[in-house]
């Protein structure tokens, strides 16, 4: 390692012992948070929750949001829902990007609506028993343009909340799939 970083010092300077303590410090301290990290993800039970947002800086970024898209009519039905953002931060967590069906972007008015605190127990990867939130399986109804439109809005703003796309690209993407649905299939088919 000694050899490894004289190499990248520019201008020929000895590493004093100072310094090499230093290095040695900061690659022992680097190396156990990533080795942490990796143990943490390869233990991770689908029932642990996702770190959430805390609520001010959710908060924040509503305001962030609103200021940004002045031609949106931005109220409590069009608000994500804090379980949408939170399934949206878990993406961005595991660095994983996965479906999210649009009756599951739920907005924030229909989950003040039927919140509910159930509760329930579970075991995590040791066999302990812990007490957890309980998924909830909260729906919203996409029958229709208009409605599919807003559930396709609100997962569009839970993803630039979280800043892992932002809402002008996937309002792109959601109009060019709405389009697609208006458009009139070819004569013989449906």
């Not at 012992?17 to 230093?22: A, G, M, S, V």
């Not at 680097?30 to 143990?39: C, G, K, P």
């Not at 689908?46 to 002045?70: G, M």
């Not at 040791?126 to 957890?132: L, R």
């Amino acid at each position: 390692m000694k050899e490894a970083l004289q190499q990248l010092i520019i201008g020929g300077d000895q590493l004093t012992p100072q310094e090499l303590i230093l290095i040695r410090r900061l690659w022992f301290e680097s190396y156990t948070l990533t080795v942490t990290e990796i143990q943490n993800k390869m233990q991770k039970n689908p029932n642990d929750t996702p770190k959430t947002i805390p609520l001010a800086e959710r908060l924040v970024r509503v305001e962030e949001q609103r200021d940004c898209l002045r031609g949106l009519i931005y109220d409590q039905f069009l608000e994500p829902a804090h379980a949408l953002t939170g399934k949206v931060q878990a993406m961005l967590e595991d660095g994983v990007v996965t479906y999210l069906a649009p009756e599951k972007c739920v907005s924030r008015h229909d989950e003040i609506q039927c919140t509910k605190n159930d509760q329930q127990l579970s075991f995590d990867s040791q066999g302990n028993v812990k007490v957890t939130k309980a998924e909830s399986q909260l729906s919203c109804d996409v029958t229709g343009e208009l409605r599919l439109r807003q559930c396709l809005t609100r997962k569009a703003l839970a993803f630039d909340q979280i800043k892992l796309c932002s809402f002008d690209v996937m309002e792109t993407w959601h109009n060019a799939m709405v389009q697609a649905l208006m458009r009139k299939p070819p004569a013989g088919h449906k």
